[in-house]
T-cell receptor, first 115, second 111 residues
Framework: SAVISQKPSRDICQRGTSLTIQCQVD?????MFWYRQQPGQSLTLIAT?????????ESGFVIDKFPISRPNLTFSTLTVSNMSPEDSSIYLC????????????FGPGTRLTVL | KNQVEQSPQSLIILEGKNCTLQCNYTVSPFSNLRWYKQDTGRGPVSLTI?????NTKSNGRYTATLDADTKQSSLHITASQLSDSASYICVVSENTDKLIFGTGTRLQVFP
């Protein structure tokens, strides 16, 4: 298994500002992902964080709005840029282990409120 | 369009009772189906994972079933506890990495 931590756990931000969320894993992982969970909704994949190269974004999500970094196999950041109230969500980091079959593990999430 | 639908949307039961949650999917090609438990304010935690060849899998008081022919799955919770109060999410994978999430069933267990 993998132990995943996220910082911050929650934040309240003003419209037009940006927030960077950090994801730290206790072991090297092959795949890292970022999800968004809007209030009352299920999880939606934002992007796959690729180590050493640009992230792969899902339809509806762009790099200018959600820049992602992954400098090594245990760490990634997601930035929510130029925030609006519609960005209020829980943002979750998840990982898939090399040789771990189909298992994906999720972090505790970052609850973001934009005023 | 690949979809995962769950029912009921919400469920209230008394402590000690059993319950069954349903999941129907239209995902193709199918790789595996997972059930996750998500406590309020927390990330999802995996309960079971089943490939198309598996009909049932248990994890303690949680038993998942899968009928790949009818594309249906269920999660049965036995002798519910207050700590079972959470959202239960059915997730179907097209391949080993891409997951399609259901909207979840919100379960509340009362004493």
């Amino acid at each position: 298994s993998a132990v995943i931590s996220q910082k911050p756990s929650r934040d309240i931000c003003q419209r037009g500002t940006s927030l960077t969320i950090q994801c730290q894993v206790d072991s090297q992982v092959t795949m890292m992902f970022w999800y968004r969970q809007q209030p009352g909704q299920s999880l939606t994949l934002i992007a796959t964080a690729n180590q050493g190269s640009e992230a792969t974004y899902e339809s509806g999500f762009v790099i200018d709005k959600f820049p992602i970094s992954r400098p090594n196999l245990t760490f990634s950041t997601l930035t929510v840029s130029n925030m609006s109230p519609e960005d209020s969500s829980i943002y979750l980091c998840s990982v898939a282990l090399a040789g771990g079959g189909y298992e994906q593990f999720f972090g505790p999430g970052t609850r973001l409120t934009v005023l | 369009k690949n979809q995962v639908e769950q029912s009921p949307q919400s469920l209230i039961i008394l402590e000690g009772k059993n319950c069954t949650l349903q999941c129907n999917y239209t995902v193709s090609p199918f790789s595996n189906l997972r059930w996750y438990k998500q406590d309020t304010g927390r990330g999802p935690v995996s309960l079971t994972i089943m490939t198309f060849s598996e009909n049932t899998k248990s994890n303690g008081r949680y038993t998942a079933t899968l009928d790949a022919d009818t594309k249906q799955s269920s999660l049965h919770i036995t002798a519910s506890q207050l700590s079972d109060s959470a959202s239960y999410i059915c997730v179907v994978s097209e391949n080993t990495d891409k997951l399609i999430f259901g909207t979840g069933t919100r379960l509340q267990v009362f004493p």
